[in-house]
């Protein structure tokens, strides 16, 4: 009966989102206290269950995504991402477009959330197709798949940190796992699916034809190292772990700087330096751009929160042994098994980040099994959360105006190349597996 009431809930919590439109964060809310008052649970814990999933939850992860997300504000906002993408064009040259798009959305998704992301390479991919007369969608495509890719799969963002802290993965190894997985996957779904998409075109508009002018931007490398440096750290404190004494000093400091909270805040201050204090900018500018940052952010860490909510109400009712049981019965491995929820709630739902959320209270009584590496189930349900885009995604309305393109033409575009990375990021996760054992 309690995996019945959890059901119900779920699809309420669906109906909530797409049907009457009601803000996730609310209807998280709304939907644990429900669950909890089913569930038995007394009237006067439900409110202390979700107090605590809420401060669990933003404890765990507001250094990280907040300042991850200033850290992409300012890559932006300084005219770092834009360096980033005019010196691939330069390295990659006319011949090998579609891979400099590809390397550009890599490295500039990486730091900056998908929205901001989209919204500042649409004017480069419509500059590139003004120049050099290429279908658009051929553009766009290798340029939105890593952004994709890596919104969905690789911390700091906000789904993926969200499901490290969960599963209690480590969030360097995780990141090194989703690089090995994101780079093939982007390759297929960005410029090898985009030559199939050659027949598609659209009319370009006027007010993106680029300008001449490119105004005082930082260097190259300087940009890129800035906008890679969380990923060069946690790389590094992940690989140099082994090779640390097991006590003294040196394991202290190692512990401390490896944390990816102060990866990402010395991150940040390097930023701060580099493309803010060097470039000329004021502090108070650099500080307005950081607060913006914060706004951009605010809703995706309640909505987290709410999520978090209602996984506390599971875990206080006893409902998670009872799932954990059900799905230990099923004859499934547990990363597909996360993969499809995923998938399944991400369909319904449309987002990316509630998918994963929500897929993460429903798989967490597996997480404790000896088969299943927390860092691989945080890319497997990342991977599933992408399945499918369509009609009750903003995602997909994003893609469809900004290239005017018809229904049709992006069901068959935006839709099949998120399927792609969806498909792509499983099987990789399945075979890594089967290698790291």
Not at 164 to 171: E, H, K, R, S, W
Not at 354 to 371: E, F
Request: charged residues 10%.
């Amino acid at each position: 009966m309690s995996i019945l009431i959890i059901f119900l809930c779920i699809a309420l919590l669906v109906l909530l989102i797409t049907q009457f439109k009601v803000n996730a964060f609310l209807s998280f809310l709304l939907i644990s206290i429900i669950a909890g008052l089913l569930l038995g649970i007394d009237p006067n814990q439900i409110t202390s269950s979700i107090q605590k999933g809420i401060g669990d939850m933003l404890g765990s992860l507001v250094i990280v995504i907040v300042a991850g997300a200033m850290l992409g504000k300012l890559v932006a906002e300084s005219g770092g991402a834009q360096r980033i993408a005019s010196g691939m064009m330069q390295l990659f040259g006319e011949r090998y477009i579609q891979w400099a798009m590809l390397a550009t959305g890599f490295i500039i998704g990486l730091p900056l959330f998908y929205n901001v992301g989209f919204v500042l390479v649409v004017p480069l991919i419509f500059s590139v197709v003004y120049r050099y007369r290429f279908p658009i969608v051929t553009i766009a495509i290798p340029m939105l798949a890593p952004l994709s890719v890596t919104h969905g799969f690789l911390p700091p963002h906000p789904a993926p940190t969200y499901l490290v802290a969960q599963f209690g993965a480590d969030m360097g190894t995780t990141l090194l796992y989703g690089i090995l997985i994101a780079i093939p996957t982007s390759i297929v779904a960005g410029p090898l699916f985009a030559r199939t998409l050659r027949r598609i075109n659209a009319d370009l508009p006027k007010t993106f034809q680029p300008s001449s002018v490119e105004g005082k931007l930082p260097g190259l490398w300087i940009s890129v190292v800035t906008a890679l440096l969380p990923v060069f750290l946690l790389a590094a404190t992940t690989i140099g772990k082994p090779m640390i004494p097991d006590e003294g000093i040196f394991k202290s400091v190692f512990v401390f700087i490896s944390n990816p909270d102060m990866v990402l805040l010395i991150s940040l201050a390097f930023a701060t330096y580099t493309l803010g204090l060097r470039m000329g900018m004021p502090v108070n500018k650099i500080m307005t751009i950081y607060g913006e940052a914060v706004k951009d952010i605010a809703m995706i860490l309640l909505i987290m929160s709410g999520a978090g909510a209602l996984k506390q109400i599971l875990m206080d009712s006893g409902v998670s042994d009872e799932i954990g049981v059900m799905l230990s019965g099923m004859d499934v491995h547990p990363l597909f098994l996360g993969w499809a929820i995923a998938c399944v709630i991400r369909v319904c739902v449309g987002s990316a980040t509630v998918a994963g959320l929500t897929a993460a209270g429903i798989i967490m009584p597996l997480m404790g099994r000896p088969d299943v590496n927390p860092n691989l189930m945080v890319l497997a349900i990342g991977a599933g959360s992408l399945m499918f885009s369509h009609v009750n995604d903003g995602g997909f309305w994003l893609f469809k105006e900004y290239f005017n393109l018809s229904i049709k033409d992006t069901f068959r575009s935006w839709t099949v190349m998120e399927t792609i990375v969806a498909v792509f990021g499983i099987i990789g996760v399945m075979i890594l597996n089967t290698i790291i054992g």
